[in-house]
């Protein structure tokens, strides 16, 4: 009997780098957290990411961007959540 893992069925919303186009952010498509999945991904088309869909594993499995460890101080986009509060 082959039995099928969850990750191998469950899907996930991802969006990949603007530069490299590896993997940046990645939502798993649950009925629980259906209006927070919904908002996240509304937050990364209005900030200009393609949204995909894959399976669990498959973003597992990678590969995830780097960019901004290489690269933190050229100027690079901001990622998500990295933004700093001014605090005038």
């Given at each position: 009997?082959?039995?099928?893992?969850?990750s191998?069925?469950?899907?996930a919303?991802?969006?990949?780098?603007?530069?490299?186009?590896?993997?940046?952010?990645?939502?798993?498509?649950?009925?629980?957290?259906q209006?927070?999945?919904?908002?996240?991904?509304?937050?990364?088309?209005?900030?200009?990411?393609?949204v995909?869909?894959?399976?669990?594993?498959?973003?597992?499995?990678?590969?995830?961007?780097?960019c901004k460890?290489?690269?933190?101080?050229?100027?690079?986009?901001?990622?998500?959540?990295?933004?700093?509060?001014?605090?005038?």
């Amino acid at each position: 009997m082959n039995e099928v893992s969850d990750s191998e069925t469950t899907m996930a919303y991802v969006t990949r780098c603007k530069e490299c186009k590896k993997l940046v952010f990645a939502y798993v498509d649950r009925p629980e957290s259906q209006k927070d999945c919904a908002r996240a991904v509304a937050d990364c088309i209005k900030e200009g990411y393609i949204v995909e869909r894959m399976t669990v594993s498959e973003v597992r499995e990678g590969p995830w961007c780097d960019c901004k460890l290489k690269k933190k101080d050229d100027g690079q986009e901001e990622m998500f959540g990295d933004e700093e509060e001014s605090s005038e």
